[in-house]
């Protein structure tokens, strides 16, 4: 079991009303940045982290976003260098660099070598295809960012593996001299653990190069419907699938009250939360998305992809009429989400004892062998999120290393993943236990 | 106002749709960026005359993607093959929108190919003043409603109104993905098509603006009077990037005079 520590690394210093008034974190305007605030968050996060090293976590995640305070990390790979460098032994682990919107692969392989060298082998590295708000502010095409994705991860694969010099024609890259002195301290390369939010395209490119997947908080009845879809895939490729192919990140706050972390943990939801990283239409960038992502999103009236509802859709098309929002309205309707949210188990909120359970709900049912604590987002001191680490490390984290011995969780550095066979004819083993979800209504 | 069939032809390795309807010297027509809105009035007026040709755009629903179309100046060159196999050359050209970019293309790289070019509200040039309104970042519904300068306009209603189907949804998703995938950087124009237009010479050039066009500037209808030798720019007023729809009655007596001329 492999058990990590993430933050978005918010930024601290935002009106919540800016948040609400934009109806989004991107594209708030940076006239509100300040720098002091901005410096003070930068050095506390790594901090944190390292923190989080001394607490014993088997590694630190961080993530990339651009141009929002949702996440401070906007360039991943220097606070991942500096990682590097300032702590001696957990795994670094990038969830994931964005290969589609960042263009430019050949660079990425020798910023990666670099990491990986400097920890002298500790980077487990992971791609996304950057949000759709990513498209618009790196100017990355939409239309092509699946085909970017794809021809970068193989790209980045070779200039790591094949001997050089060679040149690349590709169809969005090309090279004359693909020659990266530094090559990665891993061999053949670092593992690569691929987060996603439930796209089956993703979970089936998973599948198909046996990389590990990581759900992120997704909802469990239709994380447990792609845990089997991509064990599907892989039996198609040959192997079974098993914890060592399954990750999970979940928003965790723990205080030493019941009370405290329910009011703290309210930050979860702060500005609109993880549902008002952009706006519609900052989310859904055309050809972004999959013709049967779209066709989904066009003929389920009632239904909710990557938080963007048909209604919401509509909303946003009455651009330009006078904004009668009431914040406490707006926040009233984001705790009732918060509430779900913790019934649903995609938030963890609570004491040590109280949260314990749930956490292990979790591990039951997804059996996963990474699994991600996300702490608390908002402005919330640096003492209540490190007592929150604190907890999770020493009061909950030894009791479900036990628990995920027990029920057999064996992880990606114990048994590569995809190295299990499948046998033609044979039914292939469940990788997930949907028993609870009757009990907590998710059942169907 | 059926007088029109959806027919295909096989140009390119491509299985091109086509809208053909009307009588008389063919007009090529190119639609917007948001997909062919319908057969309306306007192309009843021109039918009695004019026989339409209307490609309907590759990766916009009716016709298959092409891969390697990858540029404007890429489906302006399949279009050239698609006028030249169909004998339609030297032809009469009415473009709207990003349809005029394609038009521009055409007559860049060919100035025999068109008899008559009317350019309505065209894309294509980095406007001289201005933006080209960015169509991307927004959904489908807040652009059509920027399209007109009076969502009122009762044909703008019979085209788009009510609520959307899943279909309609669906089509405009494709549309938006296939000019993002051709027309996403340099926005939606060409930064060598001035220089290419400025060898286009006896091609009798009409340009038609809405006076209150939110989507194209008029300096982009500048940069085309400057460009291409001779043209003339129209004006309509009180109308949108829309003009065909929004007043229609002045917009066909505008391109019958022109292509009468």
Redesign the interface.
Known sequence: MQISYFTERPYRGLDEDEILKNKAYFAVPNALFDREQAANDYNYYLDEYCYAEELGFDAVALNEHHGNPFCMGSVMNVEASILARITNKVRIVLIGNPLPVLKHPLRMAEELAEIDLISRGRLVTGWVRGAGSEQ?FN?A????NREMFNEAHDFIVQAWTKPGPWRYEGKHFHYRHVNPWALPYQKPHPPMWIPGVLSPETARWCAEHRYPYLGLGTALGPTCDLWDFYADEAARHGYQAGPENFGYLIPTFLAETEEKAREIGKNFVFGGGQNAFSR???TL???YNSKGA??M???HPGGSWLGVSPEK??A??D?GRPDTTDFDTVRQKLLKGYGKAQKNLQLLIGTPESVLPKARTLLRVLRPSIFVFFNIQGPVGDEDRKTSMRLIAQELTPQLREYAKEIDLVDPFERAPGSVAYRNGVTRDPVVDREPLAALGMAG | MANWTEQKAHIAEAELTLIKGGAGKPLFMLHDELGFPGWVKWNDALAAEHAFVIPLQPGFGKTPRLGWVRSFRDLAGLYSMAVREMGLDPVDVIAFSAGGFIAAEMVAADPKIFNHLILVGPMGLKPEKGEIWDI????I??HL?RTVADPGTAEFGSIYGGEMT??Q??AF?DA??????IG??PYMHNPSLPYLLRGVKNVPTLLIRGAEDQIVPAGCVAAYAKAIDGARAVEIANVGHRPEIENSAEFVKIVQDFLAS
């Open positions: 618009f100017n095409n939409p239309a092509y519609p239409e900052h960038p055309p050809g779209i066709r999103l066009a003929k859709l509509r946003q098309s651009e | 991307f970042p927004v959904t519904r807040t409603r899943p279909e949804f669906e998703e938006r993905a296939e000019s993002a995938r996403w950087e």
